[in-house]
């Protein structure tokens, strides 16, 4: 899926201590460098992906650290520094006087070809905002969408750069961004300031901008979408549920307002009178949310996503990822989940709950955090559990003693935080999947019975998830049988047979 380009890393190298420099020179993975941290007091390292090495015994003095700074430039308001046409970041680790005393000199890398798998989402024209834990590719995503539009598609596209993060340090911006302009931004606070100048003073087709954080940006974003100009940009946040869920940035998906309901409208909607709904049309109208550099998941509706979020139902989404070929595969999810996670979860079944004074979207939160499949439902005779709060327990209203009255399960937490939720979402799936494995292994007991007594040569158990097929595995070695398993995901089993 990537071809790496060069990474001009001796450039990189040339700014440290000889003594620092020349070991690095012959590591092996020396290609595979991703920083080297300089800590006064401390030894030096190098990082890689899978490793940290100590480049030289001696301690790193304040020489070596002035010997750095004095190769860069001046550093930002974020105290970061870049080495001139390079992707390199140098960032900086002041004591209370304000003296550098530490320095992470991240290694930057153009890598061609990671658009491709949402290429078809940018050259739509549609404002397209990318989601995801820090490291997961968004910014070198957005430098080849600005490549891809301004030298493919001859659009004309402004880089809004803060910190120099996309497009290199010093005047002249990194080939990686192809013939896209590039605007510098002072300092982190002008960001929303610098976005609006590029709309207003430079005519663009798009904007591309790296984390939007705050207020102002958001507001920034919504004034440049609804000019008409196409913005790709990315934003904190790994998950369309968090960006509902932050005040702070939720109007780039629309915003949320609380509306009261009257008594009959209520009643015909099924809900409580005081609801969330959508405020306005989404700044961004595609969400992708990237979970690693060969796999995403697409929310092509915006506006959709979050009426069906809002209303407590779970959004269609598009899961994309790159086959073993680099093929591009794709598949419809309707659950909120990944179809990592539901092959992990094969043969798990979801909880059905009935939620009364808990946070829902807190909750689904936690649950797609854990990885575990969760069914809400509104019927309380469709749930197998209520779950509620302890100020609520303890008051007793009415759906409560309902559910009591016909004796179904109540678990009651201390209060609507995540940790409480993470603890409650453990014992419950704990107590399901010991149900589970219990069924499953009285089968392989009975299977190991039939086979060792002649009375068949081998037996196919149930279709069950990996956990419990490696649990089968092991009890049928423990009764010297021969198992393997059966078909693919989700009839995959195991079949129990005697040795050879």
Sequence with gaps: MQKVTADDLSLLLDILPPHIRE???????????????????????????????VLSPKEV????????????????????AGIERTLHRISAVRNRNGQIIGLTCRVGRAIFGTVRIIQDLVES??????????????????????????????????VVDTSNEIAGDGDIPHPAIGHARRM????????HAVMIEAVENHMPQVIIVDEIGTE?????????????VQLVGTAHGNTLNNLVLNPTLCDLVGGIQTVTLGDEEARRRGTQ???????????????????DWSRVSIHPDVGEAVDAILHGQTPQAEVRWLDETGEI???????????????????????????????????????????????????????????????????????????????????????????????????LYAEQRDEVAGSALGEVETAVTQVKNGRQQ????????????????????????ASRSLGKEPQRRVKISKEG
Aim: aromatic residues 6%; contains cysteine; proline residues 6%.
């Design 216 to 228: 102002l940006e958001a507001q920034a974003a919504r004034t440049i979408a609804e000019r008409g």
């Design 184 to 191: 510098q931004v002072p300092t982190p606070s002008m960001q």
């Design 23 to 53: 070991p690095l020179y012959q590591q092996i993975n020396y290609s595979e460098l991703l920083e080297v941290v300089l800590d006064l007091g401390r030894t030096p390292e190098a990082r890689y992906p899978h490793q940290e090495v």
């Design 329 to 427: 595969r794709r598949q419809k999810v309707t659950s909120g989940y990944t179809l990592r996670n539901k092959e992990e979860h094969q043969g798990e079944k979801s909880l059905q709950l009935y939620l009364f004074g808990v946070n829902r979207f807190r909750l689904e939160e936690v649950a797609k955090e854990k990885q575990m499949p969760l069914q809400i439902v509104t019927d309380l005779k469709q749930a197998k559990l209520l779950l509620t709060t302890r100020n609520y327990y303890l008051r007793k209203p009415q759906k409560i003693r309902d559910a009591e009255t016909i004796n179904m399960p109540i678990y009651v937490l201390k209060s609507n935080s995540p940790p409480q939720m993470r603890q409650c979402l453990d014992n």
């Design 61 to 80: 003095r304040k020489a070596d650290i002035e010997y750095v700074v004095s190769r860069l430039g001046s550093f930002s308001g974020d105290n970061r």
């Design 458 to 481: 081998a037996v196919e158990l149930s279709p069950q998830n990996a956990y419990i097929r490696r649990l089968q595995h092991l009890l049928a070695e423990r009764h010297n049988l």
């Design 273 to 291: 009178k005081t609801i969330l709904e959508r405020k306005a049309p989404p700044t961004f109208e595609i969400v992708v949310e990237i979970q």
């Design 125 to 158: 024209g549609k404002s397209v905002l990318l989601l995801g834990r820090p490291g997961v590719g968004k910014t070198t995503i957005l430098r080849e969408v600005a490549r891809v539009l301004a030298d493919d598609f001859k659009k004309r596209v402004i």
